[in-house]
């Protein structure tokens, strides 16, 4: 098996600006491009690969065929586990909250989603919303919510490129205007809506009642980077759902992972090799390397790296892990 370049499915919604086709290169007759899914499985949109001998072939469908390279870590997912995407917010995202896995195989026969965020870009001023302020009661939530006093009682937060947030299910949250960003999350497109700035769209009150942690969020500190010769990578998170890396190489090592990787490439141009064949890749592009490849890179770029880890294994499965530094 071979790494394979992907074509992401683009999404237009309202709020959608016009930088993931400007910036990033993606094609879409979409006059907005909201947000682009760079690495899906899931039905409202999914992935396609891009160029050679499966070129055409959705990536679901290509690992029905190839369940191997999704890895071991896989295996106590009914599904494909995660979602990667690009979101340009040209304008404010609707105040929500997703659900975690309980309330959604309940309630929605589904997966909750549980996110991470990664700013690639912001304008001066940005902010994103990030929890209460202070604790509520279920009482105050709604009151506020009727009285459209809601947004006195959220955390608004400035952001910068470069800052990590970890939003678990239950936390309410919204991207703001001038936002360009990066999301890993769970392959689930549930989303209950509290306020969406009189725009007219519908609103989901009581699941968001019965779903939101009523407290401040909490954003884990980041790992220390590792420095070694020809790269950085840094952990953005370790959880049963995901784990990501944030990585800068000039000319990596090889390795090799029990799971499937994921490159969405942020800056900079490079190429992959792999038996004796060369992969270029670039800023937008989207690369899926399949279980068990080894794959060196070798020029100048910035990527998000998503793949599956040991994290919420159970212990009792006994898998042996190969793992050398790798891109």
């Given at each position: 098996?071979?790494?394979?370049?992907?074509?992401?499915?683009?999404?237009?919604?309202?709020?959608?600006?016009?930088?993931?086709?400007?910036?990033?290169?993606?094609?879409?007759?979409?006059?907005?491009?909201?947000?682009?899914?760079?690495?899906?499985?899931?039905?409202?949109?999914?992935?396609?690969?891009?160029?050679?001998?499966?070129?055409?072939?959705?990536?679901?469908?290509?690992?029905?065929?190839?369940?191997?390279?999704?890895?071991?870590?896989?295996?106590?997912?009914?599904?494909?586990?995660?979602?990667?995407?690009?979101?340009?917010?040209?304008?404010?995202?609707?105040?929500?909250?997703?659900?975690?896995?309980?309330?959604?195989?309940?309630?929605?026969?589904?997966?909750?989603?549980?996110?991470?965020?990664?700013?690639?870009?912001?304008?001066?001023?940005?902010?994103?919303?990030?929890?209460?302020?202070?604790?509520?009661?279920?009482?105050?939530?709604?009151?506020?919510?009727?009285?459209?006093?809601?947004?006195?009682?959220?955390?608004?937060?400035?952001?910068?490129?470069?800052?990590?947030?970890?939003?678990?299910?239950?936390?309410?949250?919204?991207?703001?205007?001038?936002?360009?960003?990066?999301?890993?999350?769970?392959?689930?497109?549930?989303?209950?809506?509290?306020?969406?700035?009189?725009?007219?769209?519908?609103?989901?009150?009581?699941?968001?009642?019965?779903?939101?942690?009523?407290?401040?969020?909490?954003?884990?500190?980041?790992?220390?980077?590792?420095?070694?010769?020809?790269?950085?990578?840094?952990?953005?998170?370790?959880?049963?759902?995901?784990?990501?890396?944030?990585?800068?190489?000039?000319?990596?090592?090889?390795?090799?992972?029990?799971?499937?990787?994921?490159?969405?490439i942020l800056d900079g141009e490079a190429f992959?090799?792999i038996d004796g064949k060369e992969l270029p890749?670039?800023?937008?592009?989207?690369?899926?390397?399949?279980?068990?490849?080894?794959?060196?890179?070798?020029?100048?770029?910035?990527?998000?790296?998503?793949?599956?880890?040991?994290?919420?294994?159970?212990?009792?499965?006994n898998i042996r892990i190969k793992e050398r530094?790798?891109?």
């Amino acid at each position: 098996m071979e790494p394979l370049k992907l074509k992401a499915a683009c999404q237009d919604y309202i709020w959608g600006g016009t930088r993931l086709r400007e910036e990033f290169g993606k094609e879409s007759d979409l006059e907005r491009l909201a947000e682009s899914w760079e690495l899906s499985c899931h039905p409202d949109g999914e992935s396609v690969i891009a160029s050679g001998e499966y070129e055409g072939m959705t990536l679901k469908a290509w690992l029905e065929e190839n369940p191997d390279a999704l890895g071991v870590y896989c295996e106590k997912f009914d599904r494909f586990p995660v979602l990667v995407k690009l979101i340009d917010a040209k304008e404010n995202l609707s105040l929500q909250v997703h659900p975690d896995n309980a309330y959604a195989f309940r309630n929605e026969h589904d997966w909750g989603k549980t996110e991470l965020w990664y700013i690639i870009e912001a304008e001066p001023g940005a902010e994103i919303i990030y929890g209460f302020k202070d604790t509520l009661t279920k009482e105050q939530f709604r009151f506020a919510i009727e009285h459209h006093t809601i947004l006195d009682w959220v955390n608004h937060v400035p952001v910068k490129a470069g800052d990590v947030f970890y939003i678990p299910a239950g936390t309410v949250h919204a991207i703001g205007k001038g936002i360009l960003l990066a999301e890993i999350q769970q392959t689930s497109n549930l989303t209950y809506r509290i306020y969406d700035y009189d725009r007219g769209r519908e609103l989901h009150i009581e699941k968001a009642l019965e779903v939101t942690r009523l407290t401040p969020a909490e954003n884990p500190p980041l790992e220390p980077p590792v420095i070694r010769e020809g790269f950085t990578a840094q952990y953005l998170k370790r959880c049963p759902f995901f784990t990501v890396q944030k990585i800068t190489a000039l000319e990596s090592s090889v390795g090799y992972y029990d799971s499937f990787r994921h490159l969405l490439i942020l800056d900079g141009e490079a190429f992959l090799e792999i038996d004796g064949k060369e992969l270029p890749i670039k800023k937008g592009d989207s690369i899926f390397i399949p279980a068990g490849v080894f794959c060196p890179v070798k020029g100048k770029c910035t990527a998000l790296k998503t793949f599956m880890s040991y994290t919420g294994v159970p212990t009792d499965r006994n898998i042996r892990i190969k793992e050398r530094i790798i891109l």
